[in-house]
């Protein structure tokens, strides 16, 4: 959150002093600008905004690190989404009322477009035309409008938009990932649980070396502890074995054995312990006070760990209409 901070700020900065530059050249013959307690020609405001881009970078490098590290520890809805909601909730204009960017809008994914109804992102189209404006050497006369001859600022007002656009993105969509885990849960407690979602959880458990399918695998326990199934006592393989699921993988689950229950509960044990920051609760309807106790005497476990990983990492662009 400290680092959203800063992000924020050095957005805010650049997106008041490109108003100001711009106005400038209309109104005052784009003479010098007052920054802090330096007077600044217009014409020399490229070395202010290409600062704030390299700090812009900077901070969204470190920033979008920091979040993806954060997300191998597996935060649950709950936290993940207050993490979001502090920061959108926020008066900067750059990430007041965020439409999460999570998903790709457009198939084949080539980019994560912003909604039309998210204020964030005409804020930030906005700043990135005023930007364009606010490099190259033009100011307004008295009666038309005046060119300073340097070519090469247009080119340079044209990369540092590019990249402040890249920068944001990385840092923005990896945000917005938080509020995807929200909303994954709340979807996923309306849909059944399938044989091969629960013969993921029978032993023995790989878990997917990616963040991404370790998620997948604790969104079906929370599934699980959320809409519990009735156990059938129907004789099985003894408890602790490979206890198959018959029917088609897509097939709807609604009931387990008690070996299949002991399985589940066995592995579920090793995922809830490995990950404290998903909020698994400690004993579900489907671990017994026994198993628990032998888990516990068992100790110690090694962790499961998930590296921070670039899975299906998000493209620097987002595709605006």
Request: proline share 7%; glycine share 8%; net charge positive.
């Amino acid at each position: 959150m400290a680092g959203a901070r800063n992000a924020e700020r050095i957005l805010a900065v650049g997106g008041l002093l490109a108003v100001a530059v711009v106005l400038t050249r209309l109104l005052a013959g784009g003479q010098s600008l007052q920054v802090a307690a330096v007077s600044v020609p217009v014409d020399r405001m490229w070395l202010v905004f290409t600062a704030l881009t390299a700090a812009h970078m900077f901070t969204a490098k470190f920033l979008a690190a920091q979040i993806e590290e954060y997300l191998t520890t597996m935060p649950s809805p709950e936290r993940a989404g207050w993490v979001f909601d502090e920061i959108t909730t926020g008066a900067n204009a750059f990430v007041h009322g965020l439409t999460s960017r999570a998903v790709p809008r457009r198939q084949p994914r080539l980019g994560y477009r912003m909604s039309h109804r998210d204020p964030s992102a005409w804020v930030a189209r906005g700043a990135g035309v005023l930007l364009l404006l606010a490099v190259p050497p033009w100011w307004w006369g008295t009666s038309s409008l005046h060119w300073g001859g340097n070519g090469w600022l247009v080119a340079l007002a044209v990369v540092l938009t590019v990249v402040n656009w890249r920068s944001g993105s990385k840092w923005l969509i990896r945000l917005s990932r938080l509020d995807a885990i929200r909303q994954n849960a709340r979807e996923g407690t309306r849909t059944s649980l399938t044989v091969r979602e629960l013969s993921a959880l029978l032993p023995p458990v790989h878990l997917p070396s990616s963040r991404y399918g370790t998620e997948k695998t604790i969104s079906v326990y929370r599934r699980l502890i959320d809409r519990p199934l009735p156990v059938n006592d129907t004789p099985g393989p003894p408890a602790g074995t490979h206890c198959r699921f018959e029917g088609p993988a897509d097939s709807t689950v609604d009931s387990l054995t008690d070996s299949q229950r002991a399985a589940i509960a066995f592995t579920y044990l090793s995922v809830q312990e490995s990950f404290p920051e998903a909020d698994l609760p400690a004993a579900p309807w489907f671990v017994t006070d026994d198993q628990l106790s032998q888990y516990k005497s068992s100790g110690p476990h090694e962790p499961i760990r998930i590296g921070v990983t670039d899975e299906r990492r998000p493209p620097w662009w987002e595709i605006s209409n």
